[in-house]
């Protein structure tokens, strides 16, 4: 090959990658989308977000504050946590490729699970680490199975619980059983995306597990109960031991301003949060009960998403009710990359929109 033609070359790995898809945005040719494919909130920011965002607005020649001091405040104050164990990122998915880059690196192994969220497998190849995916049970996280999957090599777990797309959880005394079970080197990452979703009394978030410990870290986000998703806010529990590392590869400015005052009177405004919890738990059970009543299974879920598997055997395959849904306006995920070609994520969305979901399903399988 001649020199001029010859581009860089990235490092090993990278372009084994298999890059991020998002969730579907359009509908060609529909009047109205109802997007139910990310598991965006439907009601919205708090209207304090929003105007902490627009007084924003004004400042916008200043940088940040770089340790986004108000919103790891906020945090703290609402959670009951030392600020000084916060990090801030833009979004999750931010907080979890640094970590991977922190603790990983060429040789080392990171386990994942079955169905877990594509993010994982992608910062761990990134970071130039073995991504080893151990086996789920019945679409839930088997801790067993991850404890037999540790080797000298592993240097972190990943862990979403409730999980994506699953929508399942596993019990505080499973987590519990996991850490115990873990080598003091190996890091637990416990993706808590969904937690502020959870009514279930056996549920912990990590919180406890991470105060406890040193070698376990939480990760949040503001991007599902929070409506923030197109700000781009996360953040992490940690030891600081783990924050200290983590925070020498962090950008130095890596939420925005904007980020920062809207995130925090989000957070503090517990009550319009309650109000989405409230709206989710009566269309989490409506919703499912509804799709099981015309013949689909429905994995339990506590969160806000259902995941739906269409009886195959019956000619009704989940590549025709996406085409179907599609055309109506009703935009779900396809979850053949998470292992499950035969089903659809639905994200709980307004009244309207889950009727409407309903309805067009039930035309679905009625067909023929
Ligand atoms: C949505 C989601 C996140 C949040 O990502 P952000 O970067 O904070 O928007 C993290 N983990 C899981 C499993 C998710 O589904």
Known sequence: MSLASKSPEPRPGILDIDAYVPGKEHAPGVAKVHKLSSNETPLGASPKAIEAFQAAAFNLERYPDGQAKALREAIGAVHGLNPANIMCGNGSDELLGLVCRTYLGPGDEGIITEHGFLVYKIEIQASGATPVTVK????????DAILAAVTERTKIVFL????????TYIPVDEVRRLHAGLPEGVLLVLDAAYAEYVRRNDYAAGLELVSASRNVVMTRTFSKIYG?????IGWMYAPVEVIDAVNRVRGPFN???PAIAAGAAAIRDQAFAATAVDHNLTWLSRVSEALVAIGLRVTPSVTNFVLIHFPEEDGKRAEDADDFLTSRGYILRAVRSYGFPNALRMTIGSAEA???????LTEFMGRK
């Not at 789920?136 to 801790?143: G, L, P």
């Open 228 to 232: 923030l998703a197109g700000l781009r």
């Open 160 to 167: 979403a619980n409730p999980a994506n797309p699953t929508g």
């Open 255 to 257: 939420l925005s301003a």
């Open 136 to 143: 789920e049970k019945d679409a839930r996280v088997d801790v």
């Open 354 to 360: 889950n009727e409407g979901v309903i309805a067009a």
